[in-house]
């Protein structure tokens, strides 16, 4: 049988990862719906790019894993 302190921490810790994640899935999606010419948008661009062509040490590839 298992413990249900076992099964409440599984569902926290699943709780705690989409919290962290949350934010910045969110704040992906505000610079994306940038206008094209704003800095942020140009620099997720850059670090898309960047991923795209295998930097794995970029800001977007960290993202992404």
């Not at 709780?15 to 206008?35: K, T």
């Given at each position: 049988m ?30 994306w ?14 670090s ?18």
């Amino acid at each position: 049988m298992v413990s249900h302190d076992i099964i409440w921490a599984e569902m926290v810790a699943a709780l705690f990862f989409i919290e962290g994640v949350f934010p910045s899935v969110a704040c992906i999606q505000r610079l994306w719906e940038l206008l094209k010419g704003r800095y942020s948008r140009l620099a997720l661009m850059s670090s898309k790019q960047l991923a795209e062509h295998g930097d794995i040490h970029c800001w977007y590839a960290e993202m992404q894993e």
